[in-house]
């Protein structure tokens, strides 16, 4: 039997269709309760994240519960630094705990290479996932991704999360030569491990810059750009229909400089972004992608119906996908996020 190409796949490829396609970024994870209970299952997160048995699951959870357009490869943008060789520890109410790299000597320690060993489970979970995908009505495609250098970047030197990543921007400051030690290490091993996503199965690559927005537009360029188009152009050069998403969460006006120099195929954006400059900015040239407020969906109720229904007016004259401008909120009601789907897939070509 021939498969119908799949709905999102189309959309990256320019087309334009109502209803869009929708997934949700974090679709997987803490609002499902049958997450919880699957999560209980492994002490260790990371654990969890290389065990293929979890990772097919918690991956396909959130397409028997919605039936969304796509499923996203359940991982973490941290397995790099820990395959990387630097202590990483998810603590339960704190989140990552990292040991911070701060000198060149520490950068030097680490592996030149992400260890396959550690990471060859995740590939293993998209060749299962793949197969188990194809009994699904609505025949979603599977999103792979890794965060971008600069955001793991951050956590690494940081050692975890930050409010305001100033031993990261005060090295690259400092430093530049230095720290673009650390930033091209991650350009390979970020290449690397997309890569081996691909030949493992995966369709679609998303690449998460979540702190994108906290650097000035020079260094913007430096640290955020040019080694996401490094990664890009490494991608392309051996898969070069293979569609990219690129996030560079924050990034404001520098959406624009972001998708004109990277070579993304789509660009998803957060829920800052002003829906009129987002179309006649990005939605031009590339797919968008994007932005309902995760704290609307959490509330829920009218305003958050207003929200979806402008959104959707706004991008449908071209190709969209919906999404959210950041991820599902753990206290997100699973009620709120059905009403969404509904919602969207209502739509009609007029
Ligand atoms: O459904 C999906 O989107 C796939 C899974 C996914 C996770 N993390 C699972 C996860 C994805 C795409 C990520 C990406 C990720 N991880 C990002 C970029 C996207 C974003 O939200 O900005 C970042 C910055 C991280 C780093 C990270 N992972 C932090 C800061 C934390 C702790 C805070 C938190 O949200 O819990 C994590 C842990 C994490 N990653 C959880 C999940 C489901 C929760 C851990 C648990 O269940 O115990």
Not at 40 to 57: D, M, W
Not at 195 to 203: A, F, N, V
Not at 242 to 255: D, E, K, N, S
Request: hydrophobic residues 40%; contains cysteine.
């Amino acid at each position: 039997m021939i498969q119908q190409q799949k709905l999102i796949l189309k959309v990256l490829q320019g087309e334009k269709h109502l209803p869009p396609p929708i997934w949700l970024m974090r679709q997987a994870g803490r609002h499902l309760p049958e997450y919880l209970k699957l999560r209980s299952q492994a002490k260790n997160f990371l654990n969890f994240c290389y065990s293929p048995r979890l990772c097919v699951e918690a991956t396909l959870q959130p397409i028997r519960r919605y039936n969304l357009d796509a499923a996203i490869l359940f991982s973490d943008i941290l397995v790099i630094p820990d395959a990387l060789g630097q202590q990483v520890n998810f603590i339960s109410g704190t989140g990552p705990v990292l040991n911070p790299i701060l000198t060149v000597k520490e950068i030097d320690e680490l592996n030149l290479k992400p260890s396959y060993e550690k990471l060859s489970p995740i590939y293993e979970s998209i060749e299962q996932i793949t197969e188990k995908l194809q009994n699904f009505d609505v025949n979603p495609a599977l999103i792979g991704f890794a965060g971008a250098p600069w955001t793991v970047a951050t956590y690494m030197v940081e050692g975890g999360s930050s409010k305001d990543y100033q031993k990261t921007r005060k090295w690259a400051y400092e430093s530049p030569e230095e720290f673009s030690l650390l930033i091209d290490l991650l350009v390979d091993a970020t290449s690397q491990h997309l890569i081996q996503q691909i030949k493992s199965g995966i369709e679609v690559v998303q690449i998460f810059d979540s702190w994108a927005g906290v650097l000035s537009p020079f260094q913007f360029d430096r640290w955020v750009i040019k080694p996401t188009k490094k990664i890009i152009d490494r991608i392309k050069l051996k898969f070069p229909e293979l569609p990219i998403i690129g996030f560079p969460r924050g990034a404001g006006l520098l959406y624009k400089r972001f998708i004109d120099q990277t070579g993304v195929d789509a660009i998803s954006i957060d829920s800052s972004i002003s829906l009129p400059w987002a179309i006649e900015n990005l939605q031009k040239n590339v797919v968008v992608q994007g932005n309902l407020d995760n704290l609307s969906l959490m509330v829920g109720g009218g305003l958050m119906e207003a929200e979806i229904v402008n959104i959707l007016a706004a991008f449908s004259k071209g190709p969209f996908i919906f999404n959210l401008g950041h991820g599902v909120l753990p206290d997100t009601p699973i009620s709120n996020v059905e009403r969404l789907i509904k919602l969207v897939r209502s739509v009609k070509n007029d």
